[in-house]
């Protein structure tokens, strides 16, 4: 079956500017995290969906991070302002459960 | 704080030359340990969770372990196709979010 997918596979963002991205999880999985992973680094945890309710934003880095999931299931991460810093690749993962997640193949952000 | 510490980073080896990833791990109450595999440009595709110590998953050439402090993902006889990075990571905090290694990079010499 279908796996995660996101859209676009790659953006190049002047600083400052806005960037959207999107993720759409398996089919009928409630739970949804997205994760940002740097180079040679393991993933890190930004925030996590279970339907359209945002449980856990703990670790989005600044307030300049936002992600949405109205209907409980496509899921927008957006980060406003892009800084240099923020150039990661932004993983997304849908769980049935918390435990076993499915990744997507990732968003790679360069900020010029 | 929980935390997750792999080793070695790097590892080469010729095919057919077995041998073990390492994964070290702190965490208040074990909820699960993960191995996934992430080749260049891709997301991490799932191998093996793992709940108790002494608990054993195979896949293929691939044999995760499990005890109370760490993790062991054994490769036999590896094959070139086996090259890419092995990421462990166990499952933490309120809602069950992966806290992740850096990763061992492996690769399998023809």
């Known amino acids: 079956g279908a796996g995660v997918s996101q859209s676009p596979r790659y953006k190049v963002a002047k600083r400052g500017q806005d960037v959207a991205l999107r993720c759409d999880p398996i089919?009928?999985?409630?739970?949804l995290f997205w994760y940002q992973q740097a180079l040679g680094q393991g993933p890190e945890f930004l925030t996590y969906?279970?339907?359209?309710?945002?449980?856990?934003k703990s670790g989005l880095p600044s307030d300049r991070f936002f992600a949405e999931r109205p209907e409980g299931s496509v899921s927008t991460l957006k980060i406003q302002r892009t800084q240099q810093e923020d150039s990661a690749v932004y993983l997304c993962?849908?769980?049935?459960?918390?435990?076993?997640?499915?990744f997507g193949p990732g968003t790679r952000l360069t900020v010029t | 704080e929980d935390q997750v510490t792999q080793s070695p980073e790097a590892l080469r080896l010729q095919e057919g030359e077995s041998s073990s990833l390492n994964c070290s791990y702190t965490?208040?109450?074990?909820?699960?340990l993960f191995w996934y595999r992430q080749d260049p440009g891709k997301g991490p595709e799932f191998l093996f969770t793992?709940?108790?110590a002494g608990e054993e998953k195979e896949k293929e050439r691939l044999k995760a372990t499990l005890t109370k402090k760490e993790s062991f993902l054994h490769i036999t006889a590896p094959k070139p196709e086996d090259s890419a990075t092995y990421l462990c990571?166990?499952?933490?905090?309120?809602?069950?979010?992966?806290?992740f290694g850096k990763g061992t990079k492996l690769s399998v010499k023809p």
């Open positions: 990571a166990v499952a933490g905090g309120s809602q069950g979010n992966l806290i």
């Open positions: 993962a849908s769980s049935l459960s918390t435990y076993e997640q499915y």
């Open positions: 969906f279970q339907n359209e309710a945002q449980l856990d």
């Open positions: 793992l709940y108790s």
């Open positions: 965490v208040s109450g074990l909820r699960g």
């Open positions: 089919s009928g999985h409630v739970s």
